[in-house]
């Protein structure tokens, strides 16, 4: 009896040590994560944002003619600061933005942001002011790495082609991004719901006809969609929320929002200013 419990004991010690053998082979070494199956050959890895940052997500839209390209576009939320312009002391608001080209050919960029606020009926377009550009380089690049450029230099040069992948859809380089800024100096103090309308990231184009029968032009535009939470006497960088952004046909001269109709849109301003004439066919037009 006593030799046949030895037995069965050894046996029982065998089956537990094969058992946490195999338990142990399968947890992997300490400090390290499970293997995991090898992702395919064309899923690069997606490139997150910066701190702050947003990424515009490039869509399609019925309007756009087969064969145009759009810009990559990130930005953050816009912020304010006080600047002393012309001996007075001003609050500025600005957009810090980057943009890039994975087109596969050098786009110019000739940026036009207008600031349309929905609920006073106000329209605003960027200035380049040299004072404010001076001071949001300090704020948001003090060591001077991006190069933060205003909305006037940021056209002397076509932006770069941007190759990020190989044949096979592996990541080879990050995106070259130049960066840039637009500022205002005269927003309503009493906006709260508005949008940001930013020109030249496309040379998509339609033409439709005008209430008096005339063709318009528009641009496939970007419209970044804002509300602010606050009042008239108070401005500051954390009042504002974002809603979110969506791809546009708009006007080329000035857009002003079109209220009571579910969501906001734009229009052309009757300014008496003749209409483009008609792009030949294949052809962009040419922005006044």
Request: proline fraction near 11%.
């Amino acid at each position: 009896m006593v030799g046949g419990s030895t037995k069965q004991g050894w046996a029982n010690r065998r089956t537990f040590a094969a058992l946490v053998a195999g338990i142990v082979a399968a947890l992997p070494l300490y400090g390290q994560p499970p293997a995991q199956p090898p992702p395919p050959a064309n899923a690069a890895p997606p490139l997150a944002p910066g701190f702050n940052e947003r990424e515009v997500t490039k869509t399609s839209t019925p309007e756009d003619r087969a064969g145009i390209w759009v810009l990559d576009f990130h930005f953050k939320d816009p912020r304010a600061i006080t600047v002393d312009i012309d001996g007075k002391r001003k609050t500025i608001w600005y957009l810090w933005y980057q943009v890039s080209n994975s087109t596969g050919e050098p786009r110019a960029f000739n940026p036009d942001f207008v600031w349309v606020c929905h609920d006073e009926n106000t329209v605003h377009h960027d200035k380049v002011l040299h004072p404010a550009v001076k001071a949001i380089r300090q704020q948001e690049d003090p060591q001077n790495i991006n190069h933060i450029k205003n909305s006037a230099t940021i056209s002397f040069e076509k932006i770069p082609v941007s190759k990020e992948f190989d044949e096979k859809g592996q990541r080879i380089a990050f995106p070259t991004r130049i960066s840039g800024v637009a500022t205002w100096d005269d927003i309503n103090p009493r906006c709260t719901q508005f949008s940001i309308y930013v020109y030249g990231l496309s040379d998509g184009w339609s033409l439709v006809d005008g209430p008096d029968g005339k063709p318009i032009i528009r641009s496939k535009t970007l419209q970044l969609k804002f509300r602010r939470v606050g009042d008239q006497f108070t401005q500051n960088s954390n009042q504002i929320r974002y809603v979110g952004h969506e791809w546009v046909y708009a006007t080329f001269d000035r857009p002003i929002p079109v209220l009571g109709e579910g969501k906001a849109g734009v229009r052309s301003m009757n300014d008496g200013t003749p209409p483009p004439a008609a792009p030949a066919p294949g052809q962009p037009p040419a922005k006044p």
